[in-house]
């Protein structure tokens, strides 16, 4: 089928969301679905108690990643059991794996988000970003199903799915690993603080373990957390 132009054959979108659009690799029959997606809730309208916003398009697209990227494991992977397809799948599906999609198909220059919040780089942000990227799954799930879904996971992850990689661990598995392998006790985290708007919070994570401490910040305690464990592991001698 040909391309038509702009969202679903709508010529008035931005120059930014017509290129996010031909990304998806879809041609919406309901190009609302996907204007709703790009809406941060800090455009949306607040008299529909934010309905309009890409919140429920994220919840829902969260559901139908995890479902279509299980699948697409099960497949790739017939040999291996059930906890090292959970290692694989937590990693991708991931807000870090999310926002790096974001990223790549360039998904910060088409969400709708007002310039005041546009200057203090809100569309950049990791979280928001991740969100986006789900709620572009899903909106793409309710506009064309399942296969339309599984077509853009499938081309957007491709290059994390190496067949003879053995499962990921990320930097929390591996801190704890390395301990257990030592019969050590587990690591602490701790919240050290917190700054930053509500729409932009900042996390500040304190990770002890062997009489050894390591802080990292990030956009979510559960980003702060892996970035303080990466720093704890990356104090270890060669």
């Known amino acids: 089928m040909a391309r038509k132009p702009g969202v679903g054959g709508a010529t008035d979108d931005p120059p ?11 041609d919406f029959a309901d190009p609302a679905l996907l204007r709703q997606a790009l809406t ?3 455009a949306a309208d607040a008299s529909r108690q934010q309905l309009d916003s890409n919140e429920r398009l994220e919840f829902l697209g969260d559901r139908v990643l995890g479902l279509i990227m299980a699948e ?12 090292a397809l959970g290692k694989r799948l937590s990693l991708l599906v991931c ?12 998904l910060g220059s088409a969400l709708r988000i007002p310039p005041a ?5 809100l569309r950049n942000r ?9 709620a572009l799954i899903g909106a793409l799930y309710v506009d064309g199903g399942l296969d339309a879904a599984r077509r853009f996971i499938r081309a957007a992850w491709a290059d994390a799915l190496a067949p003879d990689a053995p499962p990921p661990l990320n930097a ?19 919240l050290v603080s917190t700054a930053g708007p509500a729409h932009a919070p900042v996390f500040v994570m304190r990770v002890e373990a062997e ?6 910040l990030g956009e979510t305690r559960r980003a702060s957390e892996q970035a303080a464990a990466e720093a704890w592991l990356a104090g270890i001698a060669p």
């Open 72 to 83: 697409w494991l099960s497949e790739r992977f017939p040999q291996e059991r059930e906890g």
């Open 16 to 26: 930014a969301v017509a290129a996010l659009a031909a990304r998806l690799g879809h």
């Open 126 to 134: 990791a979280t928001v970003l991740a969100d986006g990227t789900e």
């Open 172 to 190: 929390k598995s591996r801190l704890q690993e390395y301990l257990l392998g030592r019969g050590k006790p587990l690591p602490a985290y701790t």
């Open 117 to 121: 919040e546009g200057r203090t780089g």
């Open 211 to 216: 009489g050894r401490a390591a802080e990292a």
């Open 40 to 42: 941060h809730r800090s």
């Open 95 to 106: 807000a870090e794996t999310l926002t790096e999609v974001g990223e790549r198909i360039g």
